[in-house]
């Protein structure tokens, strides 16, 4: 450990128990050398801050404060040889959670405390029972699961950090992060909403399990139209009435995004469909007829299916070819209510 480590006042926070460990070195002692542990509670942090106020007559150095909790606090000595001694040279060569008797380590001791107050607030209204600190940097405060029941949502509050974390499947996917631990509690603790922080957008999801635009195996069909040429892909499902496939098309654009080109279905009540069958809405995209025939996404029936002054083909369609442009193929099934719970400890 390097020598001048040992000069250093080290401050390490026990959320779980609700205390704070102050550990110096004194090479002075009797023994010849020794290890301070002071241990004390955020009540005293803030009876020392109240009968010590730091400004003119302190100097406005926080000497006074330290002073005073060291002269209150449960104080434990080990000297050099001792099993103690060992113990409390493992803590003091780890991250500390501040370092120095300064007004900033005063200030982040009470922001850490009234972090873990929000948080059990929000726990507490949001399922009965306080949060579990025993890992200040992954502090579960939401668990679901996605509507498909295929992923696991997991959020943390990572208060060393100070960032809010969303993890999918065991994986950290994106991070709210704020500027400071001020910052952290101030602004975002206090407004901590379940369904906001486990809303993962559908792209984040698409992007880690590689569906949608981000499967790699994913084929845009060639299109072109009024002298324009157009990358064409599917989104697909089903029609909650008349039992046909519903099949909407989509166009991949300069930057990448996907932008809605037209329906390639349309859905006829009055005429049920087969399994795998739908009307095609040649009225409004004429040109369906040939894109189906020339990427063999279909056939014809025969079945003739009329709305108004329109008629409308029946194809049967084939999943497999649809599947190779397809952004979602697994739309095609039912998905399951959402879970809610706070973390995976359960």
Known sequence: MPEDIYKQDRFYVDLQNDEIIWLYHNPDAFSGDQFVRNRFGIDLLKEAIEKCPIGPDSGYEAYPVYDYIESNCRQYLSDVGSAEYGDDIILFQTEPFAIALTQTTLDKLQLMFKAKELINDYSIREFGDPADFSDPAKVGIAYTTTEDDKHEIQIYANLVDFRTEVWLDGENVANLRAESLRDYTENVLPYLDFDEMVAIPDWVIDQFQQTGPYRPDLEYMQFEAWGDAHELCIEAGHYSRGN????????????????????????????????????????????????????????????????????????????????????????????????KERNDAR
């Open 244 to 339: 046909g496939l519903f099949l909407q098309l989509y166009e991949k654009c300069g930057d990448g995004e996907l932008e809605p080109y037209t329906t390639l279905t349309v859905n006829l009540p009055d005429h049920s469909c087969g399994k795998n069958r739908a009307y095609v809405d040649t009225n409004n995209f004429p040109a369906a007829m040939s894109l189906i025939s020339e990427y063999k996404l279909g056939k014809l029936t025969g079945n003739i299916g009329a709305s108004g002054y329109c008629n409308y083909p029946e194809y049967e369609f084939n999943l497999a070819e649809i599947e190779k442009h397809c952004l979602n193929p697994e739309e095609l099934f039912d998905r399951k209510p959402q879970n």
